[in-house]
């Protein structure tokens, strides 16, 4: 049975509001159709259940703001869902966190929360459109500790339009202070045609420099504080201070090495046996089609086995661990991995590649030389 | 026909002046082309004649005029250039130096007037556009009589425009040319004053008979090249292909060859006939050596092939275009290219880029040097890389400029000389307004923007053209650039020594902002020998990576990697630094900004 899919991603895309910078598939409000599109994310569930193992790994919750859904429509979903024995990892607004929504989601059986943050500079968020001020986060986060959830994230965003070296530096402290199984630090992307991008376009082009400096900080300080920077963006406690726990996204894990995983939900991307595809982010037809009991509209894109090995690289290569060649040969540039080693870039070992610190900032520039 | 009764022509003049106009009037008012014919100017649109699948544009065109055969030949397309202008003017008796009734004489004027009084022809002065609100015919007329010492009231005044004073300008034209005077019973010889290439056909020479007669399906022989081949087929454009039994002496016309190697055939050759071969060759054109150098290399290197028989093409018709396979370790395989003069370079270059589809990147034009080496062997060199470390004396060619401006602009003339290592020669009022300078010049100084400087500084007024005037000493030294401690070979400059270190400087800091950041420092330095003048790093990236990346995100990342992959292609290697193809330019805009 090894060839089923361990690894499930659902998509609830409804949000109180859309954040200025958000690209995500997301609606806001709606409430009126968030039992419906259980209804069809269930009814998903069941048109592809031959794809799944029948024990899960993980299971990953996202969004827009899942804990924006209805409190009974989450609950009835997470009691559907199948078990996973790694991870169930929900995300969360904090001004969603209520202690009956903690609640809940225990008893749902969810183990791990990713909480978006963003900042704690009460201008930053106002410049990020968030609704929670920094008070919101830290209760949400206390909350959460009190439902006995062992196993919390932080979402933190740094190049924030305005923001200065300290503001991040204070944004770490307030963050460490909580003492988080997990972080991860995200630089804020500017999409092109996003009102945030018309908005504070001339700042995030003046600070673009600036972002190499706080890239910098990021690691050294999270490092610095007993966190493990097992992927490009994220870190989480290392397994001496986190209990002798593997406490990284276990999900994410699961795609940065290759694995199949299925996506549940609008917009959601699935990726199984060389085959991946797309649902189409319109809500209206995906509730038709599901409701009819038809697949809903997707995009379909074929894999070939040279774009599976260059995704294998260029996710491998973002994790800290070493990435074992065997099979990737013909993907890669035999000089060029010995023109990065010579500038300190990466490191060779028994048939596996690791960047080093400094190639990991310039992940993608050693990528794109690494491949052939 | 009766010799007596030929008149051979061309029409020079400074651009814009109005030859195109005039040529178009003249076919029309001799009824070889009708009215809905002229709706482009045959002579210079690439009128091509396409009924036997030939295409091949008529360079000369005879017309008929109260009894007489006039031949007008064609001075190709671009006027500017001197060298292209003589070899038609070989084959013609007159000239028509045509001048803009608002402009009066420029610098091109003198320059073909110049060219041909040196051929011996006579020169009919016309005065066009005399329709112009802004005319002043008198004045532009006294200019011309006293460029060409004639009598005012012989120069003809007309508006090609209109047809006002174009019969005249006929009529002036049988009266005052003289008809050809070849030996009809010698044994034949013809000038190929041009050429052109039919796939079909193949070599069509443009040929002025000047003895004998030639008749298809002879026997001919290229009389400097020893190529053989038969007649295919001879006529005359009227303004299409006319073919006729025989072109005899004094008359202008065409010979299909079926030579299908385009080097087998050069223009400023004789052709005579095998049966009864010419004991001597007419006097060909002057040797013309170049003295502009550049690279040049197609943008995708899979194009050298292409680039090569264009080339091969080009040097048909332009005898002056030299050129030589070059590797470049930045650029890759090209060729190192020969010009007259800018303008040459810019012809052959847009030729290459419009009818040979190529796309091309041009290195930053040189001089040819020549140079004596420590073991007292001289040689001449066309590549800055080329120029020995040490040597015993360097001698660069040198310019006689021409400059004709409005007087207020003197000043800002010779202050751009001066920069320029100019030497003073000589001034001359042409009228109460206009100026006429004259300047000694390394041509090495004007090769760059040495023009649009010259145009800026005058708001578009100065009028500029050359001549070559011989090499001299310079104290010269050669600018090396290094990238990453790597020497990049298209990027080395030879300079005046006194400028050397500004130019250095400049150079380095262009390309500081031309190259792109990469994975680690790259020094960019300019040195004489080893010697570093000017040094500049280009700091490492310190991130180059995108933090989010889920399942969603991951076909949109390996397509971003797709095309940085496909950007690299586009990028030279020096050593282990990626240089965009622009940088190689960068030489190029070094003056922009400065001295305004």
């Known amino acids: ?372 | 026909m009766d010799q007596a009764h030929i008149r051979n022509f061309s029409i020079i003049a400074h651009i814009d002046h109005g030859k195109s106009t005039l040529a178009d009037r003249i076919l029309e008012v001799t009824d070889t082309v009708s009215g809905r014919e002229m709706r482009e100017q045959v002579l210079d649109s690439m009128d091509l004649e396409r009924e036997r699948g030939i295409t091949i544009k008529a360079q000369a065109v005879r017309v008929q005029w109260k009894g007489h055969q006039l031949n007008l030949i064609d001075t190709p397309g671009h006027v500017d250039f001197t060298y292209e202008v003589s070899r038609s003017l070989q084959a013609c008796e007159g000239a028509l130096l045509v001048v803009d009734a608002a402009q009066g004489i420029e610098a091109q004027t003198l320059a073909n007037a110049y060219l041909a009084l040196e051929n011996e022809l006579e020169i009919v002065p016309v005065v066009n556009k005399i329709d112009l609100p802004a005319a002043d015919p008198d004045g532009a007329a006294g200019e011309v009589a006293d460029l060409i010492g004639e009598d005012a009231e012989r120069v003809l005044r007309i508006s090609a425009k209109t047809g006002q004073g174009v019969e005249a300008v006929l009529d002036a034209i049988v009266e005052r040319i003289p008809a050809p005077e070849g030996e009809l019973d010698a044994p034949a010889r013809a000038l190929i004053f041009d050429s052109s290439y039919d796939q079909y056909r193949g070599v069509v020479a443009f040929v002025r008979v000047v003895d004998g007669r030639f008749r298809p399906r002879e026997r001919l022989r290229a009389m400097a090249q020893g190529t053989r081949f038969e007649a295919e087929e001879i006529g005359f454009f009227s303004p299409t292909m006319r073919p006729q039994d025989g072109l005899a002496a004094g008359e202008v016309g065409y010979v299909i060859t079926g030579l299908k190697d385009v080097s087998k055939l050069r223009v400023g050759d004789t052709l005579t006939a095998e049966a009864r071969p010419a004991a001597e060759p007419l006097p060909g054109y002057k040797d013309v050596k170049p003295m502009v150098f550049a690279g040049l290399f197609p943008t995708d290197s899979d194009a050298y092939p292409e680039l090569r028989d264009a080339l091969e093409r080009l040097k048909l018709n332009d005898a002056a275009l030299s050129y030589e396979p070059e590797n470049s370790q930045a650029l890759g395989f090209g060729f190192r290219c020969g010009f007259l003069g800018l303008l040459h370079m810019e012809i052959v270059r847009e030729r290459l880029e419009r009818e040979f589809d190529l796309d091309l990147l041009v290195t930053a034009p040189n001089v040819a040097y020549r140079v004596t080496t420590v073991g007292n062997v001289e040689r001449e060199v066309h590549s800055p890389a080329d120029l020995p470390a040490e040597f015993e004396r360097v001698d660069e060619p040198y310019i006689k400029a021409s400059i004709i401006v409005p007087k207020e602009y003197v000043g800002a003339v010779m202050e751009l000389n001066n920069d320029r290592r100019g030497r003073f020669d000589h001034l001359e009022y042409l009228s109460e307004q206009r100026v006429h300078l004259t300047y000694e010049l390394p041509l090495a100084e004007i090769v760059l923007d040495y023009y649009d400087q010259l145009k800026s500084r005058t708001r578009g007024y100065a009028s500029f053209d050359y001549d070559l005037s011989g090499f001299q000493e310079g104290n010269l030294v050669r600018v090396d650039v290094l990238v990453g401690g790597e020497p990049v070979d298209a990027l080395s400059l030879i300079v005046h020594r006194e400028g050397a270190y500004e130019r250095g400087k400049a150079l380095v800091e262009r390309l500081k902002v031309e190259i792109p950041r990469q994975m680690f420092d790259v020094a960019i330095q300019a040195a004489i020998g080893s010697r570093v003048i000017s040094r500049e790093t280009v700091k490492a990236r310190r991130k180059d990576v995108l933090s989010k990346c889920y399942g969603g995100d991951i076909s949109r990342k390996r397509k971003l990697l797709e095309k940085q992959k496909a950007g690299k292609k586009r990028m030279k290697q020096v050593g282990a630094v990626e240089v965009p193809q622009e940088a190689f330019l960068a030489v190029l805009n070094l003056d922009a900004g400065k001295g305004r």
């Open chain 1, 1 to 372: 049975m090894s060839g089923l899919v361990r690894h499930l991603y659902v998509h609830l895309p409804f949000c109180a509001h859309r954040c200025g910078y958000c690209d995500f598939v997301t609606a806001v409000g709606r409430e009126e159709q968030h039992g419906a599109y259980v209804d069809a994310l269930l009814a998903e569930l069941e048109l592809e259940r031959a794809l799944l193992h029948p024990r899960l790994g993980t299971i990953f919750l996202g969004g827009g703001t899942p804990t924006f859904t209805a409190l009974p429509e989450l609950e009835r979903l997470l009691a559907a869902l199948p078990a996973a024995a790694d991870e169930v990892t929900v995300e969360a607004n904090p001004e969603t966190v209520t202690p009956a929504l903690a609640q809940a989601l225990r008893l749902g059986g969810v183990t791990r929360i990713s909480l978006g943050a963003q900042s704690f500079q009460p201008h930053l968020l106002a410049t990020l459109e968030r609704r929670a001020g920094p008070d919101a986060v830290r209760r949400a986060f206390h909350t959460l500790r009190g439902a006995a959830f062992d196993n919390i994230s932080l979402d933190l965003l740094f190049g924030i339009p305005g923001e200065s070296p300290s503001d991040l530096e204070r944004d770490l402290a307030e963050a460490l202070t909580l003492e988080p199984e997990h972080l991860s630090l995200y630089e804020l992307e500017a999409k092109p045609r996003t009102r945030f991008t018309l908005r504070h376009g001339v700042e995030l082009e003046r600070q673009a420099e600036a972002m190499e400096s706080h890239f910098e900080t990021v690691v050294e300080t999270l490092t610095g504080a007993g966190y493990r920077w097992y992927e490009t963006a994220n870190f989480c406690r290392t397994a001496e201070l986190g209990g002798g726990r593997d406490l990284r996204a276990r999900h994410n894990v699961a795609l940065w090495l290759g694995r199949d995983y299925l996506g549940l939900g609008i917009g959601a991307v699935s990726t199984v046996a060389g085959l991946r595809w797309r649902n189409r982010p319109g809500l209206g037809a995906y509730l038709r089609t599901l409701a009819r009991g038809e697949q809903p509209p997707r995009e379909l894109e074929p894999l070939g086995e040279g774009e599976r090995r260059w995704e294998r690289v260029l996710l491998g290569l973002r994790l800290d661990e070493p990435l074992p060649l065997a099979g990737l040969e013909s993907a890669l540039d035999g000089r060029a991995v010995d023109r990065l080693e010579g500038l300190g870039l990466t490191r060779r070992s028994e048939g596996a590649l690791t960047l080093t610190g400094r190639g990991r900032l310039l992940g993608d520039a050693v990528t794109a030389e690494l491949l052939a």
